[in-house]
């Protein structure tokens, strides 16, 4: 990681880790908000009870904060709007959600329309053949 890179600092099982953002934001598969939520507290009875892989805890490990770390920029809650904002993979990710929604949005209306079509033709059909008998 550069060191221009700015790290969020978590606590688990004792040990201060430090997650560099670009993983937070770019490949953390429960995506940058579950991890910034947990921003400079312990999250071990979180990270126990979320059933993480051995490979999640091995890779948490490779995180711990080291005597050369001192002085590397440490993520703060108050500016993770600003991040969250800027960072392309989140902006991409809302914009496809959004997308998606639109879309289940409109497959739901023509499915209804769809359906109230067919149950008119049902109804029309059946009222004449009521009507022939």
């Known amino acids: 990681m550069s060191d221009a890179e700015v790290y969020v600092r ?3 099982q004792g040990m201060s880790i430090l997650v560099p953002m670009s993983f937070v934001l770019n490949k953390h598969p429960g995506g ?5 939520q947990y921003a400079n507290q312990n999250i071990t009875r979180i990270f126990d009870e979320m059933n993480h892989s051995t490979g999640a805890r091995a890779l948490l490990k490779t995180f711990e904060e080291k005597a050369e770390d001192q002085g590397k920029e440490i993520y703060h809650a108050e500016k993770s709007k600003q991040w969250l904002k800027d960072s392309p993979i989140v902006n991409e990710e809302h914009r496809c959600l959004a997308e998606v929604s639109r ?4 497959s739901l209306l023509v499915t209804v329309a769809t359906t109230l079509a067919a149950m008119g033709v049902a109804a029309f059909a059946f009222r004449r053949h009521l009507q022939r008998s």
């Open 10 to 12: 978590l606590f688990y």
């Open 32 to 36: 940058a908000e579950y991890i910034l």
């Open 103 to 106: 879309w289940r949005q409109r």
